[in-house]
């Protein structure tokens, strides 16, 4: 327990997923008294809780894997080009053992306040086994996509089954045999557990509200020749992810949308359609995000190729997306998705047309007849990006709540701070660059940044560093500007805050979530405001326990 003016770390994080790895990796390589904190019963994040069928990367592996150590990369062996869930956390497991970080985690530990105390300058945590915990900085590693949602569905606990969200999928193997399953929700992740469980069940039937646009994700195996070139060109491979808007290897299409014939584009989309990954979304022309004209073309031709992999005409239409364009939310990647539907056991029911009524015990009444089922699967989304934030009681200045703060939406100064909740960083938050990006690539940029603005602090016998209200309003000002000329401002997606997953979100004001100025701007943006001085932070200088590396012996680090 910590005395009145000396903590009892010097920095507690928030998250052991891949963000909260890298950040106490960090810190502990400066000898930090530092904790990392996480509900789970251990490391990995993302990649601990989301064990459903089909859970993988869209980013290809070897970028997604740590930059910050040669001798990783060289370790390192990906299987696969679009990794899987067990490979994704066992690679999290390996890096934190081989980096001796576990001893720094404490696991079954939920956060549910953390209090700025002014007096002493410092975070009081309350944690739900009764401790409370200090620290001078909080930083906030809770992952962007860490809070799934359930629909509001009267009889959900009457239902005699098994029923899980995807992101809260049994640990032991789900029997799916014969089994009737129903899944509810097409989004990245539904689309992923569909076409992975519709050849392995008895019958699954797919409740559907809006359908997605979806694009080929041809996984495929890294031999050990591959392995070793992407080994050889690692240096080359991070330098392009940093030079593009969303952190990854695809470069858009510079060439203009109307520059070139009809007859190029389609040559183009043709040659992308069947590329691994984001291609068609990400090496595209750049007026797809902002061109409706550009936008319609571009859907159509997607449209056709949905025509051209579904037998049934009837349901071709009805997984066509008609509210919003190809790529205005972020896309989902499927392996022989649209193909289950030509299958005698897969049934796809609209949703929007015969609504949900209620779980029975049995299975799920539509407003047109009773389905029965042995499982119900909810891939029903997230209330992403600021959800993990309002699940913790998070109180600054004067006992302001962030819940209040944020409640039509997030503000920020660089996506890292928040005005009146002083020594409280977020490398991730809303806003920021990871948001949005190949998420390693983000977050690798933002706890160097904050780590970086920790050393200055701690080099200069700073004790606060809090956000001024100027430099907050100047961000999301800039932040929000940015989505005026982007058509993804209309989409209902967690990407862009209209958030269809959180009853009441789709109605009310765009949340300007994500920083979609892409990569190269936002470092740019961030490391200026560093260059000159950290200008926009009101830096506090005082006694009361500044931290000093030397003083710390690196074995009374742990928790
Ligand atoms: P998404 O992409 O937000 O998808 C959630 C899906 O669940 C979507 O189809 C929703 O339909 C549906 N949904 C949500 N609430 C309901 C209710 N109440 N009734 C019926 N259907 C509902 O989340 P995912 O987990 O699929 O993907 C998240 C990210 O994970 C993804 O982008 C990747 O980056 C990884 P709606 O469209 O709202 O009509």
Known sequence: MSSATEPDYEVIVIGAGVAGIYQIKRLADLGVKATVLDTAGDLGGTWYWNRYPGARFDSESYTYGYSFSKELLNEWHWKERYSGQPENLRYLNYVSD??????????????????????????????ADGRELTCRFVIMTLGLLST????????????????????????????????????IGTGATGIQVIGEIAD???????????????????????????????????DEIFSTCARTPGGFEHEPDRRGFNEVSREERLALWDGLYDQPGFGIWLRNFREIFTDEEANAELSEYMAER???????????????????????????????YLEAYNRDNVHLVDISETPLERVTESGLRTTERDYDFDIIIYATGFDAITGAFDHIDIQGVDGEKLRDRWRDGPSTFLGMFIHGFPNMFMPSGPQSGSASTNYPRGIETGVNWCTDLLEHMWDQGYIRADATL?????????????????LMRKAKSWFTGYNSNVEGHEHGKVRYFVYN???????????????EGYEGLDL????????????????????
């Open 148 to 183: 799934p949602t359930l629909p509001r569905i009267e009889g959900m606990d009457s239902f005699k089954g098994r029923s899980f969200h995807t992101y809260y999928w049994p640990h032991e193997p789900v029997e799916l045999a014969g089994k009737k399953v129903a899944v």
């Open 200 to 234: 392995k069940v008895g019958e699954l039937t797919v409740f559907q509200r809006r359908p997605n646009w979806c694009a080929p994700l041809s996984n495929g195996p890294i031999s050990d020749e591959e392995m070793a070139d992407i080994r050889s060109r690692y």
């Open 98 to 127: 081989k980096f001796d970080l576990r001893k720094y985690m404490q696991f079954n530990c939920t956060v549910e306040a953390t209090h700025f105390d002014e007096e002493f300058n410092l975070w009081r945590l309350k944690i």
């Open 470 to 486: 100027a430099a907050e309003e100047r961000w999301t000002a800039h932040v929000t500007k940015m989505y005026s000329t982007m």
């Open 540 to 559: 506090t200088s005082g006694s009361g326990g500044a931290f000093r590396a030397s003083s710390v012996n690196a074995d009374n680090v742990s928790g």
């Open 306 to 336: 949905v025509r051209q992999r579904v037998d049934d005409p009837l349901i071709a239409e009805k997984l066509i997306p008609r509210d919003h364009g190809f790529g205005v939310q972020r896309v989902p990647l499927e392996t022989k």
């Open 517 to 531: 100025g892409g990569s190269p701007k936002y470092i740019n943006n961030i490391n200026v405001v560093a260059a």
